[in-house]
């Protein structure tokens, strides 16, 4: 008897040591994810300072100075420094900062929480948008630039336009923000992917139509591709799963979508809806904190630069 008695005793401190274990450390994960995880970006560099600053970073590198310039580091100041209203931007702002990066000087933060909180936000966004990227010469010989690694989703030659869309209203389904960008181009238009990932999934969607969502491979951008042609959606040779480069061909520009029977052209323009999600968080890629990015003034500087 005594022997059972010891049993039991031991099964419940076993079970008491397991159960508070696993509370304690929801406990720790939660607070962790609740401190941590960014759930809301602002985007909202303009044109000029998005030029502005990546001029300045890819000049100083192809130039090899012994101090280069960070395009997200730049950013990151000035969003301090104007709480993120970059309608105060002043060159001579990029300009001292330069300066000092170049004299070795201290760089005064204002605020080093929200300096820290646009670091980690333009990293997300903005990693990987610069860097070496192999060239191939018109004699055939191959050699490595420091530039734009991203890609259009619009191959240079193909006329699209666009507007900045991001944000409204929509009623297919429910009433929504718009939580994309359009470029509006003739269907059959080819699709490129802006950056290196892998295809997350295609197939079907009652709102986009036949899409494409791909995920880089750091797992923080998920670009969605939306409204693809009806019947022959696809670049047949990409498949689920598949790891794709930065201006591979993925598919054609169409106008299906906001349709619950598949293969309907429901969308009365052609254009291919583009988004970009940020993830920190896998909860947040279906969950209610979401973030999505608008793309306007990024998509208007890669076809300044000619991209």
Known sequence: MKKINMILISSLFVSSVV????????KVLVGA????????????????VLKDTMNADISSHQLKEKNEINWISVLSYLGTKYGGNFKRYQKKHLEEYVKKIKNEEEIEISNRKLHDYYVKA???ILNGVLGEKEITKKDGTKTKEYGIKISSPIPRGYPFTHYDDFGAKRTFGF?????????????GTPVLAVEDGYIEIMGWNRFGGWRIGIRSHDKLRYWY?????????????????DSVKAGQHIGYVGKTGYSDKENVNNIKRSHLHLGLQIIFDEEQKDGPNQIWISLYNLINLLKAKGV
């Open 122 to 124: 333009y990293s997300s």
């Open 33 to 48: 994810h609740d401190k941590s995880v960014i759930k809301y970006i602002d985007f909202s560099p303009t044109l000029e």
């Open 19 to 26: 159960f508070l274990g696993i509370v304690i450390n929801k």
């Open 175 to 187: 009433r929504r923000p718009h939580l994309g960008h359009d470029l509006f181009c003739a269907i």
């Open 225 to 241: 591709y939306a409204h693809l042609r009806k019947d022959k959606p696809f670049n047949p040779s990409i498949h689920e799963g």
